[in-house]
């Protein structure tokens, strides 16, 4: 059961520690992969959502494209600090077009489907990500499981009707060979 979080004593957001690493080989397109652990409390929601949001920064997505893919992270989040065991770590790979999430804790008891009442407020989650995610599962591993998902993107269009950089602007991108 995930721990109550004090009152008044909420963790500010800026203090979930991040590392982001960028590769880029001749037989990958360039992705930027960043990783960050969460609190075991329910402000690891919001935390995780801010963490993609400055993961996306630049990237040239809509805001609906962003809206998603920040809905989906909070799905996977809430089920890991609802149901799973410390620590929760959240993985995002931005890649030209896709954006993969992923939220791993230590249980290893996998989400189930469940049927919810019209006035329930919860057990929607796996819905949501039938309905919104390219695709997405659920492994367990010898530490625990994590959830997933794939998001296609399409980077939004500028004024002029060109679309803007569908990369990160920080990712390294490969020059043109001359």
Known sequence: MPLAEPKGEA?????????????????????????AELPYLPSAVPH????????LRGAGLDEDATSVAELLVSELVTNAVKYGQPPVWLLVELRPGLIHASVSDTSTALPERRAVDDDSEGGRGLLVLDALAGSWGAVTVGSGKYLWFDLAVTPAHTPDGH????????????TPAA
Do not use: F, K
């Not at 590392?19 to 037989?27: C, T």
């Not at 679309?163 to 490969?174: F, G, H, I, L, Y």
């Open 11 to 35: 963790v500010p957001v800026n203090v979930v520690p991040v590392n982001v690493v960028r590769r880029a080989s001749s037989g990958t397109p360039p992705a930027t992969h960043i990783l």
């Open 163 to 174: 679309a803007s950089a569908p990369v990160p602007a920080a990712t390294p991108r490969p």
């Open 48 to 55: 995780a959502r801010q963490v993609l949001r400055e993961s």
